[in-house]
């Protein structure tokens, strides 16, 4: 409350109860409209008359909160900021209303009562409740708080109350008995710090992870909970930074939990992860604990292991040879496929091996043998002693055929291949004694 003249600054504002109502006059004994105005100091509160009393109206800032009301007698100026737009709006409509003396009967007008202790006092940004006994149950929790905690006070839901505190950047519920989580907190656009360590929840709302929470959430607690496992939307919470989810019952995290590009502390300790998701080494993590979790230990030996992402084809040839082995299919390395030393024969081999693995002699021909995975081909040259010691190394593995064939059949099955050769590389095929040969 300002004076019009005679001050140079606007002074130093005060929270302050503002009210409309009627009195009566005690000189004129006429029931008149006034404003009342009390303040932390005078709770009493201080009137002044309306009707035909206002000289004008400062509403260009309206929208914000802010306005003006300029009074003729005293003359002074009330200035108003900070308040909540809608109920400025209708303040002001009613103290339109009551200077011109109209309409006054439809109008809801208050007793002019004193202002409570609660009501001026400065507003609460902070509340903390660690007793049930303290806990408020018939009034409202202050709408100004931006920090909340409640615990130890054995809620089994989140109360709705709490759920209107737009303001609200910090909610603290842990140590209760909470189960189930409301769609609603996704409205709290301003929290980013949520802690529910120390309940009963068993899943994470789905809803949640697409609500506003994904701008604003950066820390999670959900640790001693009984959650087995976490959506996959979660992972659209990206602004997360701290997450919590020690002593749980998770067998697995998101497999996209590398989307989570801003987290940095993740803890994840005592539960009954048997592995972590591929997509795991895409986060950038300052620290990390896993400790308790019971990893399996991949046993390389063991050719049974059944992995979660596709295998190359050199992993399904290497387990589809061991298999044959076994059946007696493959010979073991020490089989000669070749008559003796210095001698050449032509049997034909058929040779396994990954894609990735291809010499520039091998002319792959749509022939596959039943009941093989992986990649095959089929190799007619005629080898040499040096080259069947290259050929019987990893990664390939050869057998021999029953049938015999003569030199001449090979160049003319491999006549419609096109072989090319490495420079300064000797080809495995000479040219026949007589007719064609491999075209270069």
């Known amino acids: 409350m300002l004076p019009t003249f005679g001050m140079r600054n606007r002074g130093k504002g005060s929270r302050a109860v503002l009210s409309i109502g009627k009195h009566v006059d005690k000189t004129t004994k006429i029931n008149n409209i006034y404003l009342m105005i009390c303040t932390l100091k005078d709770k009493v509160g201080s009137k002044y008359k309306l009707k035909e009393n206002v000289e004008q109206f400062f509403t260009r800032f309206v929208d914000e909160g802010k306005a003006t009301v300029r009074l003729k007698e005293p003359a002074v100026d009330v200035c108003l900021s900070k308040a909540d737009a809608a109920n400025l709006k209708n303040f002001l409509s009613a103290a339109r209303l009551a200077h011109r ?13 004193p202002a409570k202790a ?17 806990y408020p149950l018939t009034c409202s929790f202050p709408y100004s708080l931006e920090q909340l905690q409640v615990s130890y006070c054995k809620l089994s ?18 140590n209760n008995h909470i189960k189930k989580l409301p769609v609603t907190i996704g409205d709290l656009f301003c929290l980013n710090e949520l802690i529910l360590h120390n309940n009963h929840l068993e899943s994470f709302n789905v809803a949640l992870c697409n609500s506003t929470l994904q701008k604003s959430l950066q820390c999670l607690d959900l640790s001693q909970n009984k959650l087995q496992a976490l959506p996959i939307q ?10 919590k989810l020690d002593d749980n019952e998770l067998i697995r995290l998101p497999f996209k939990i590398g989307q989570l590009h801003k987290l940095r502390f993740l803890s994840a300790a005592r539960n009954r992860l048997p592995y972590l998701p591929s997509d795991f080494r895409r986060l950038s993590l300052e620290n990390l604990d896993l400790f308790g979790n019971p990893f399996v230990q991949p046993n390389p030996l063991d050719h049974t292991i059944q992995l979660k992402f596709p295998l190359p084809l050199l992993e399904f040839a290497a387990r ?4 044959y082995r076994r059946l007696g299919l493959l010979p073991s390395r020490d089989t000669s496929v070749l008559g003796g030393p210095g001698e050449q024969a032509c049997p034909e081999h058929y040779l396994l091996q990954s894609t990735r693995w291809q010499p520039h002699w091998v002319a792959a021909v749509p022939r596959t043998p039943s009941g093989f995975h992986g990649s095959w081909s089929l190799v007619q040259p005629c080898w040499g002693q040096g080259v069947l ?11 021999r055929h029953p049938w015999k064939c003569c030199r001449k059949w090979v160049i003319k099955h491999l ?3 096109r072989v090319p050769y490495k420079k300064s590389q ?4 000479q040219e026949p004694e007589s007719g064609g040969g491999v075209e270069e």
């Open 157 to 174: 839901r989140v109360d709705m109350r709490m759920l209107t505190l737009r303001k609200l950047r910090k909610l603290d519920l842990s």
């Open 234 to 243: 979660f992972c659209q919470l990206q602004e997360l930074v701290h997450l």
């Open 101 to 113: 003396g109209s309409e006054i009967d439809t109008l809801t007008l208050s007793s002019l009562t």
């Open 415 to 417: 006549e419609h291949f």
């Open 320 to 323: 589809a040879a061991v298999n």
């Open 389 to 399: 010691q290259q050929l019987l190394s990893t990664p390939g593995q050869f057998f």
């Open 118 to 134: 609660r009501d001026v006092e400065k507003p609460k940004r902070k509340l903390t409740i660690t007793s049930k006994k303290d």
């Open 426 to 429: 000797q080809t495995l095929l």
